[in-house]
């Protein structure tokens, strides 16, 4: 079975200001990893995710995260926040080992409120 | 390419009701999943269909809930009756593959039961 926690409810930051999220996970298999944003009123999207090869990944409105298997985390950080980048995001992790039961199960964190300031 | 879509968006009813719901997923998308989110909470997964079989219903409250996927295309989630506790928001979500590394989410359906 896998689990997620997401360290911070809610992440108040001002424009322009660095910003990390932090998410630790834990399972008994090798697992990909994945983040989610949700706007308001609006469904799940994918914002980047982590398969194999480099640790560190990046979405292409400048988010990036990198996987550390040593600390079973994958926080996601943004060097410089946008007022648009105000919403809820996601850790999840899926079971890498195809025929488990478990495969392509997602299992999500409680998930993060991100508030941008002017 | 059209996404996930998902009716209604909202619904009330009242404890003891029934309430169905209805998923689209992309076109050719052979896995459809059916999460719940409660406020404050992460998607949790109640149901994943391959085409029209069921793959893992392990989390899905056998006792009020029932979802199908006659035709390997739409499905429906149902709950009867319905609880207090059942107000969420029911995620639908699609791949194209069982194996497939992303899978596209609705717009969800926000269900209060009074």
């Known amino acids: 079975a896998q689990s997620v926690t997401q360290l911070d409810s809610q992440v108040p930051v001002f424009e322009e200001a660095p910003v990390e999220l932090r998410c630790n996970y834990s399972?008994?298999?090798?697992?990909?990893l994945f983040w989610y944003v949700q706007y308001p009123n609006q469904g799940l999207q994918l914002l980047l995710k982590?398969?194999?090869?480099?640790?560190l990944v990046e979405s292409i409105n400048g988010f990036e995260a990198e996987f550390n298997k040593s600390q079973t985390s994958f926080h996601l950080r943004k060097p410089s926040v946008h007022i648009s980048d105000t919403a809820e995001y996601f850790c999840?992790?899926?079971?890498?080992?195809?025929?488990?039961?478990?495969?392509?199960?997602?299992?999500f964190g409680q998930g993060t409120i991100l508030t941008v300031h002017p | 390419e059209a996404g996930v879509a998902q009716s209604p968006r909202y619904k009330i009813i009242e404890k003891r009701q029934s309430v169905a719901f209805w998923c689209n997923p992309i076109?050719?998308?052979?896995?459809l999943y059916w999460y719940q989110q409660i406020l404050g909470q992460g998607p949790k997964l109640l149901i994943q269909?391959?085409?029209?079989?069921?793959?893992?219903d392990s989390q899905l409250p056998k006792d009020r809930f029932s979802a199908e996927r006659l035709k390997g295309v739409d499905s429906t989630l149902k709950i009867q009756p319905a609880k207090l506790e059942d107000s969420a928001v029911y995620l639908c979500?699609?791949?194209?593959?069982?194996?497939?590394?992303?899978?596209?989410f609705g717009p969800g359906t926000r269900l209060t039961v009074l």
């Open positions: 979500a699609s791949s194209l593959i069982l194996e497939a590394k992303t899978q596209y």
């Open positions: 399972s008994s298999v090798s697992v990909y």
């Open positions: 982590y398969l194999s090869g480099s640790t």
């Open positions: 999840a992790v899926s079971p890498s080992n195809a025929g488990g039961t478990s495969y392509g199960k997602l299992t």
């Open positions: 076109s050719g998308h052979a896995t």
């Open positions: 269909f391959q085409n029209n079989g069921v793959v893992d």
